[in-house]
């Protein structure tokens, strides 16, 4: 794994990794049936699990065909199933702490985690929404906890138009997409040309949905 530069953050100078309570989520509605909830600094210490995840994580590169070619996905990715025991023992923490707390209104809990790693502003994922299996008819959730350096996550109407939402997310931020957001928004972490340091992001989703 190639050296990662990460500019701890002032306000992360947390001895131990702790999550905060979820009644700080701030919801704002999207229309038509989608919604994010936001909450920054969730988790304490965010930079250290960084560096944990950064260097114990099996990461892999992928490489798919788009058009006529075969390309590099321009991010390392890590995929945690059902049955999977996650990297660190405080994203199980906040994954069943999201289960608990979107109980009734999700009315499933969170199983898997996704981990996308941005290395530095070149690397991406383009515009999409999580649609294979039931989000594409179904609403859902997908969570993301985000540690490291802070990346724009884009969000607008499926198909363009319309203004994008932009929110930055790193050093234990968290924001959850719900209702009709996967089918009816997409979103996308857009290359930066500015000198962007390393970012981290944990997606926590139900069964079924990717």
């Not at 965010?46 to 798919?64: H, I, Y």
């Amino acid at each position: 794994m190639a050296a990662h530069h990460l500019q701890s953050s002032l306000f992360d100078q947390a001895d131990e990794l702790r999550l905060g309570p979820l009644d700080g989520l701030r919801r704002t509605d999207l229309g038509p049936g989608a919604w994010i909830d936001v909450l920054p600094g969730w988790l304490d210490g965010a930079d250290d699990l960084f560096e944990r995840l950064a260097d114990e994580v099996p990461w892999r590169a992928e490489r798919r065909k788009m058009y006529d070619n075969v390309v590099a996905v321009p991010r390392l990715l890590a995929f945690y199933g059902e049955d999977d025991r996650l990297p660190h023992p405080v994203l199980a923490e906040a994954r069943d702490a999201l289960s608990a707390h979107y109980a009734e209104e999700l009315g499933e809990p969170f199983t898997t985690a996704g981990l996308c790693y941005y290395r530095d502003g070149r690397d991406s994922v383009a515009w999409h929404g999580d649609r294979i299996g039931r989000g594409a008819r179904e609403d859902t959730m997908v969570a993301i906890l985000s540690v490291g350096e802070p990346r724009d996550l884009l969000l607008r109407p499926a198909g363009g138009g319309g203004t994008a939402v932009r929110r930055p997310l790193g050093h234990g931020d968290l924001i959850v997409m719900g209702g009709s957001c996967q089918r009816t928004w997409e979103h996308c972490v857009p290359k930066s040309a500015r000198a962007t340091g390393p970012r981290i992001s944990i997606q926590f989703r139900p069964s079924g949905v990717r």
